[in-house]
Nanobody
Framework: QVQLVESGGGLVQPGGSLRLSCAAS????????MGWYRQAPGKQRELVAV???????TYGDTVKGRVTSTRDNDKNTVTLQMNNVKPEDTALYYC??????????????WGQGTQVTVSS
């Protein structure tokens, strides 16, 4: 069993900042990549940021320049800092991990999601 738990969502004013955190726990053997995706109503899920086990970071085109993501391999956590938020950043933000567990091969694991609403 693997759990990914997100925290830090909520209501943010346009131009403000938000910080999300995600912690992975359970029968984890190794995590290849951890990151963030988001899905707005009526839209497809899209990449926000992903960090490889080696520390390479890929940011989504729609957020590039406004986000910073960090990862702690010892604690199995990943964070997302977004600045100058816009109403179009409103979405359900999901944490995702590509990992190997102690009982199975590699697979994607998702958190339940945390809602971010950007509004004045």
């Amino acid at each position: 069993q693997v759990q990914l738990v997100e925290s830090g969502g909520g209501l943010v004013q346009p131009g403000g900042s938000l910080r999300l955190s995600c912690a992975a726990s359970g029968d984890i053997f190794s995590i290849y990549a951890m990151g963030w995706y988001r899905q707005a109503p009526g839209k497809q899920r899209e990449l926000v940021a992903v960090i490889s086990s080696g520390g390479d970071i890929t940011y989504g085109d729609t957020v590039k320049g406004r986000v910073t993501s960090t990862r702690d391999n010892d604690k199995n956590t990943v964070t997302l800092q977004m600045n100058n938020v816009k109403p179009e950043d409103t979405a359900l933000y999901y944490c995702k991990g590509l990992m190997v567990t102690t009982t199975s091969g590699s697979a994607d694991y998702w958190g339940q999601g945390t809602q971010v609403t950007v509004s004045s």
